[in-house]
Nanobody
Framework: QVQLVESGGGLVQTGGSLRLSCAAS????????MGWFRQAPGKEREFVAA????????NYADSVKGPFTISRDNAKNLLYLQMNSLKPEDKAMYYC?????????????????WGQGTQVTVSS
C-alpha cells in the first residue's frame, strides 16, 4: 500500500508555470506506475499524464502534450508534474495516483491509490 500527498498548487497567471509534487510513503514506490489526473468543478476527473516505474515511458493527454512534463525520483519517493504555458482551462484540482500493474493507462478506474489533491488556479 502507498500513501500519496500532493503539493505545489497555487495561483498563477496565464502563461506561467508551476511544478506539482507528489510524495509517496513506503519502500515500494518504484514498483508503481504513477499518474496525474485533474478535475474541474462540474466535470469528470480526466487523465493528464502517466509514467512507468522507472520513468522511462510516459504518456500524456493531447491537451497537455508539450507544455507539461511528468517525471519521478524513485530515490526520494517523489513524482513531479512540471506545467508550463498554463491556460485558464488548466484550472482544476490535480491528483496523483498509483497503480500496481505494469501497463500505463489513462483510466482513473485502474489506479488503486490516490492523493487528496492540490488546487491549481490560472488567472486570465
Amino acid at each position: 500500500q502507498v500513501q500519496l500527498v500532493e503539493s505545489g498548487g497555487g495561483l498563477v497567471q496565464t502563461g506561467g508555470s508551476l511544478r506539482l509534487s507528489c510524495a509517496a510513503s513506503g519502500r515500494t514506490f518504484r514498483t508503481y506506475v504513477m499518474g496525474w489526473f485533474r478535475q474541474a468543478p462540474g466535470k469528470e476527473r480526466e487523465f493528464v499524464a502517466a509514467c512507468s516505474q522507472r520513468g522511462i515511458t510516459t504518456n500524456y493527454a493531447d491537451s497537455v502534450k508539450g507544455p507539461f512534463t511528468i517525471s519521478r525520483d524513485n530515490a526520494k519517493n517523489l513524482l513531479y508534474l512540471q506545467m508550463n504555458s498554463l491556460k485558464p482551462e488548466d484550472k482544476a484540482m490535480y491528483y496523483c495516483a498509483a497503480r500496481t500493474s505494469l501497463a500505463l493507462t489513462t483510466s482513473a478506474l485502474l489506479y488503486q491509490y490516490w492523493g487528496q489533491g492540490t488546487q491549481v488556479t490560472v488567472s486570465s
